[in-house]
């Protein structure tokens, strides 16, 4: 009974490793979604303190490791979509693989399904969750939260 119940609470604490992460809004061009980050008076407020917009804070400084617009970041926030699955990380950094600004890997090649570069994949600006869709919802921001 012991080993059971340390199995299933080992499964549940590997199944959701963004519950630590802090929320910062959604990756979206919707500018009337108060959760977007195109709209400038809501989660894309460069007053707000935890904005990817916000140039002095932790998540949208060009110094802060943990930020989106640091092209040398190594904790850069994250993506996901409204299933949970993660689509590479929100950051201005061409070296990292898992950049969307890397022209090279899977989530920043105009080539991948999975890029939200791709306009006939993830990017495609028909999808709800795409970031290039003006109505849609976009990519869930989370940013580690340490």
Known sequence: M???TVTIVALCSLSFPAAADKYLGNYSA???NPSSTSN????GSRYNANSINNPYGRYGSHYSSKSANNPYATDAPKLYDNQGNYRGKLSNNPYDPESVSN???RYGSRYSQDSINNPYGA?????NDSPNNPYGEGLEISGDDD
């Not at 990017?123 to 999808?127: E, L, T």
């Open 2 to 4: 012991t080993r059971i």
């Open 30 to 32: 919707n500018k009337f």
């Open 40 to 43: 400038p008076y809501g989660a």
């Open 103 to 105: 022209p090279y890997g």
């Open 123 to 127: 990017g495609s600006r028909y999808r």
